[in-house]
Nanobody, 121 residues
């Protein structure tokens, strides 16, 4: 089995910062792309940022200039540094990874359970 576990969410004031982490564990041979999504109440889940195994990144327009995604391939971990947080960034943040399990021949997408980020004064 493969598990993705997020951490680092919480309550922060507008203008503050948070760093989310997502560690993948289990029967993993390789991980391709890793991504962060978020879902606010009453809204659809949306892509925030993604990063390839080689380090190429992409961001939603709302995240550009404020958020930074990074990863540690040796630790099977992806991070999301969020600066200048706004109330509209409030959401449950989920990590997603394309994982090649040991003994498998294809990549499968896995999701974490989510971590709550609340931006409020």
């Amino acid at each position: 089995q493969v598990q993705l576990v997020e951490s680092g969410g919480g309550l922060v004031q507008p203008g503050g910062s948070l760093r989310l982490s997502c560690a993948a564990s289990g029967s993993i041979f390789s991980i391709n792309a890793m991504r962060w999504y978020r879902q606010a109440p009453g809204k659809q889940r949306e892509l925030v940022a993604g990063i390839t195994r080689g380090g190429t990144t992409n961001y939603a327009e709302s995240a550009k200039g404020r958020f930074a995604i990074s990863r540690d391939n040796a630790k099977n971990t992806v991070y999301l540094r969020m600066n200048s947080l706004k109330p509209e960034d409030t959401a449950v943040y989920y990590c997603n990874a394309d994982v090649l399990k040991k003994g498998s021949t294809r990549y499968t997408a896995y999701w974490g359970q989510g971590t709550q980020v609340t931006v409020s004064s």
